[in-house]
C-alpha cells in the first residue's frame, strides 16, 4: 500500500499546486509563473543536491531518456497552466485524467506488457469519455481544449519513460524536471512579464515551486515502488479535488458533458486497474494469456 498512499498524497500536492496556478496565471504571464515556481523549486532542492553531490546529480543513466522525459514533463507544465487560464480547473483536470488510458494503450508497445480484448474494450470507452469531456460541435477543437489533450498525452508519455528510469535517485529526476521547464519559462518571461502587485502574490509564486517539487517527488517515489497500472489510475483523486477547488476559489460548476466524459474516463480506467490487479494474482498461481 505504501506505493499507492504516496500517489495520493502526491495527487492532493499537484491539485493545490494547480489550483494555485490557475489563480496566477490570471494576472502574470506564463513564462513568469513557471520561471518563478522553477527557481523556488530549486532553491528548496539545492541543499539536497549539495548532498547527493553535484556529480552524482549530473551522472544520469540513459541520458536521451532523461532528455525525452524533461522534454515532455515541461511540455506538460506549459500546457497545463495555458489551459488552465482559459478553461475551469475541472475540464482540464478531466483531460489530465486521460493519462492513465494512454499510459494503458501505450505499454504494449513501449512497455512490452500484454493488454487482452476486455483491456482493449476500457481503453476505447476511456477515449469516448475524451469526445464526450470535449462536446462534439464546431467548437470542439478550441485551442484551450486540443492543448489540454497534447498536454495529458504528454503527462502520460512522462509517467512511462520514470518507469525506464527505476535506477535514477528522485532528486536527479526532480532536478532536470524543474531546471527544464525553468529554462523554458526564462526563454518566455521576456515576453510577458508583470510586475508583481504584493507580498502575497509573491509568496504564492514561490510556493507553486515548493509544492510543485514535493508532487513529483512523491511521484516519482511511488512509480519506482508501484508499477504504472497499479498506482497510475489514482491520477482520478485529481477530478475531486478539482471540482472542490474549482468551486471555492473560482465558482466552477461542473459542466454535465465534463460530468458524464469523466465518468467514462474513470470507469474504465478502474477496470483496466482492477483487470490488471486480477492476472497479477493469477500469474501469481500459474502463468496465463492476458485478456
Known amino acids: 500500500m505504501t506505493g499507492p498512499l504516496i500517489m495520493l498524497l502526491g495527487m492532493l500536492m499537484f491539485a493545490l499546486n494547480d489550483a494555485m496556478g490557475k489563480w496566477l496565471v490570471a494576472n502574470y504571464g506564463l513564462g513568469q509563473v513557471i520561471l518563478i515556481r522553477s527557481l523556488a523549486a530549486l532553491v528548496i532542492l539545492a541543499p539536497f543536491l549539495w548532498k547527493a553531490g553535484l556529480l552524482s546529480v549530473l551522472s544520469v543513466e540513459q541520458p536521451w531518456m532523461q532528455f525525452a522525459r524533461v522534454a515532455l514533463s515541461t511540455l506538460e507544465v506549459f500546457c497545463f497552466y495555458y489551459a488552465v487560464m482559459y478553461l475551469p480547473l475541472a475540464d482540464v483536470m478531466t483531460y489530465w485524467l486521460a493519462a492513465p488510458i494512454y499510459v494503458a494503450a501505450a505499454s504494449p508497445l513501449l512497455l512490452g506488457e500484454k493488454v487482452g480484448w476486455r483491456r482493449w474494450c476500457a481503453i476505447a470507452a476511456g477515449f469516448i469519455g475524451v469526445i464526450i469531456t470535449l462536446e462534439p460541435s464546431s467548437a470542439m477543437f478550441t485551442l484551450p481544449a486540443l ?145
Do not use: C
Not at 238 to 258: E, H, K, N, S
Open 147 to 291: 492543448i489540454s489533450i497534447v498536454g495529458s498525452g504528454a503527462f502520460a508519455f512522462m509517467l512511462l519513460s520514470g518507469r525506464s528510469l527505476r535506477n535514477t535517485p528522485d532528486k536527479t529526476l526532480v532536478f532536470f524536471q524543474v531546471a527544464g521547464a525553468g529554462l523554458a519559462g526564462l526563454a518566455f518571461a521576456p515576453f510577458d512579464w508583470a510586475p508583481i502587485s504584493s507580498g502575497i502574490d509573491l509568496a504564492l509564486l514561490g510556493l507553486l515551486g515548493i509544492v510543485a517539487m514535493a508532487a513529483h517527488m512523491l511521484v516519482n517515489r511511488a512509480l519506482k515502488i508501484s508499477d504504472a497500472a497499479t498506482v497510475a489510475p489514482l491520477q482520478y483523486t485529481l477530478l475531486l479535488w478539482a471540482v472542490v477547488f474549482g468551486w471555492m476559489f473560482f465558482g466552477d460548476v461542473p459542466r454535465i458533458g465534463m460530468l458524464v466524459g469523466a465518468g467514462l474516463i474513470v470507469a474504465s480506467g478502474l477496470f483496466i486497474f482492477f483487470r490488471e490487479r486480477q492476472l497479477k494474482a493469477r500469474n501469481a498461481v500459474s502463468p496465463v494469456v492476458a485478456e
